[in-house]
Each structure stands twice: as C-alpha cells, then as structure tokens.
C-alpha cells in the first residue's frame, strides 16, 4: 500500500532538518518542501514539526520572532529509507581518506550521511578491517583549506539553487576593506580545496571569480538571476576563464626526461598520443602533442633538472628564463 502524502512530506521533512549546530527555518523548510513539489504552507510546517519532535529527538530555538529547527547533536540516526553496507561503505571511505581533498562547503552538509554510514557499517559487520587495508597519499603539497562562513554559504548556496541574486561583502586578495554589490550568481567551482563562484556582479555582462572564504557578508535578494548571453559554465572552466584547463594553442612539446620521470609517464601519460625513445646517458626523449597551458608549464618546472626542454624553442627559452631567475635568488 503507497504512503499517503502527509508521510511522504514529513519524511522529507526529517531528511531537511541539518544536525545541530546547524539549523532551518520553518519558512525555509517550507519553501524547500515546496520545491520539492509538497503543497505546504508555514503554519502546516510548524505543526508537523512540532508533532514529529514528540517523536524524534528534533529542537528548535528562538531568536526574535524566528524559530530554528535541528536535530539534536547525538540525536540516534533514522534511517530514511536504509542505507545499504555499499553505500556506507563508501561514504565511510570518502570521509576518512577524502575528507582533507574535498571542501569543507561539502563535507560540512555529509556529517548526518557519515555519521549514518557508520551506524550501519557496526551493525553490518567491522569496518577497521577495511580501513586497516586502503590508503590515501596525495602527489601535491596539501595546504590548509580556507574557512567559509556557514552562514554565508548558505546565502550563496541558496541563492545559486534558486537563481537569485544576492547582496555581497567581498574583500579582494590582498585587501583590508569589504565592498558591497549585487551578485548574479551562475555556478560554483572547486579546485584544490577552494571553493569559487563563478558569477557577474551589479549589471554587467563580464563574467568573474569570487573565492568563497573571501565573502565578509551575503544577503538573498528577489531579484532573478540574469545569465550572460551564450554563458556556460563549462566553457568558461575550459576555455575563457582563469583555471588554464583547456586552454592555449596545441603545440609539439619534446623533452628529455630521467628514468625515474618517465616511469611517471609511462602509467600515467600527458596525453594518448605520447611516444618515448631512448637518448643516452639514461635519459629519454619524450614527444606529445599538447595544448601550452599555465598548469603545462608548472608541471615541467616542478621537476627541475630532471626534464629539459627541446620543443617547442619559445617555451625552451621560458623555462631557462624562470630556472635562472630562481638560481638567483638562491645566489
């Protein structure tokens, strides 16, 4: 027999509610609800959750005029449909292994999910005996990730979802003073722990990139979101914004690398149709075809004296410049 639709509303109701300390409105879980496609309105909201926290461990405080709704912070986890060992098994490895390379703006909203994966990873069987065998070793430095207000990714977030503008204080790297303007918000980024909006700002057309750690304020605004004729967000990403992913001219890249660079190469290679042929003195040649990108050129700088240069003789040249300018700074 289906569920009738008042159960199905207060299963997505629980669902909505975020573990303390984070909380919801009543008018927001109303307007999510809503969303969601559940014909509801605030004051039906307020008597559902008021019935279900006789129930639940649910709480809620006041400030003003606005009530708050959480789940208590140790409330026992319900499971809203079952969590099968797969599934938590792998949120279980995600949180453990992945936790420090994804953004703290993701990881914050899976706490109630990992908290989840491990009830049910207890009940199924022992998880230690899978985390004693797996591994994690990143290639590049890990740095620190920036901290985002919670209160202000909610706003963006929101905003984003439900394509509306909103107002934002925004300080600039290396600035002391917050601005504030309008932000017509069109798509979020993450690249190496920072988590960027790509949005225009007031009425103008030219597509730019906020950091989010480096909003000081943000307040949703019922103004519509106005996207830029022709704007997607993936050829922004490859092509006309600042990431370097795809961009730059193809050019035939030809190096010599040590033994110890090409094992790299030889698993992992810059492109399919890379070749290898031997040099001498334990050295290789490796030709590719490649597009010259900003990520390109730091990535044949970060080995150093172990790969040099022969094609094409404009980045020959680059390379030579910027290793002579570190040599002298070392003297």
């Known amino acids: 027999m289906p569920m009738p639709d008042s159960a199905l509303r207060q299963i997505e109701m629980l669902r909505l509610v975020p573990r303390e300390p984070r909380s919801i409105t009543v008018s927001r879980l109303a307007d999510q609800l809503s969303g969601s496609g559940y014909e509801i309105n605030v004051r039906s909201v307020q008597r559902d959750l008021n019935a ?56 914050g909203f899976l706490a109630q999910q990992f908290e989840q994966a491990r009830e049910v990873l207890k009940k199924s069987g022992n998880p230690d005996a899978w985390m004693n065998k797996v591994r994690v070793v990143p290639r590049s430095q890990r740095l620190i990730q920036p901290k985002i207000n919670e209160e202000i990714l909610k706003v963006i977030y929101g905003a984003l979802l439900n394509d ?132 390109l050129k730091r990535w044949l700088l970060s080995f150093g004296a172990e790969v040099e240069v022969i094609e094409p003789p404009h980045l020959r040249e680059w390379v030579r410049e910027q290793l002579a300018g570190a040599g002298e700074l070392y003297g």
């Open 52 to 107: 279900l926290s006789s129930i639940f461990d649910l709480r809620n405080r006041r400030e003003g005029r606005v009530t708050y709704w959480y789940w208590a912070e140790h409330a026992e986890i319900v499971d809203l449909p079952g969590m099968s060992p797969q599934t938590a098994l792998t949120m279980f490895v995600v949180e453990r292994f992945l936790y420090d390379q994804l953004p703290r703006s993701i990881t």
């Open 164 to 295: 509306k503008k909103f107002m934002g204080r925004y300080i600039k790297r290396g600035g002391r003073v917050s601005k504030a303007f309008s932000i017509n918000p069109l798509g979020i980024v993450f690249r190496d722990g920072v988590t960027y909006l790509v949005a225009t700002q007031e009425d103008e057309d030219k597509v730019l990139l906020f950091a989010l750690h480096r909003f000081r304020g943000a307040e949703q605004l019922d103004e519509e979101v106005v996207v830029p004729k022709g704007f997607k967000l993936d050829d922004y990403i490859n092509t006309d914004g600042p990431f370097d992913s795809n961009s730059g001219e193809f050019i035939d890249l030809e190096f010599k690398a040590t033994e110890d660079v090409i094992q790299v190469l030889r698993e992992t290679p810059l492109s399919h149709n890379q070749g290898v042929r031997p040099f001498d003195n334990d050295l290789v040649i490796v030709a590719v075809r490649i597009r010259e990108t900003r990520q």
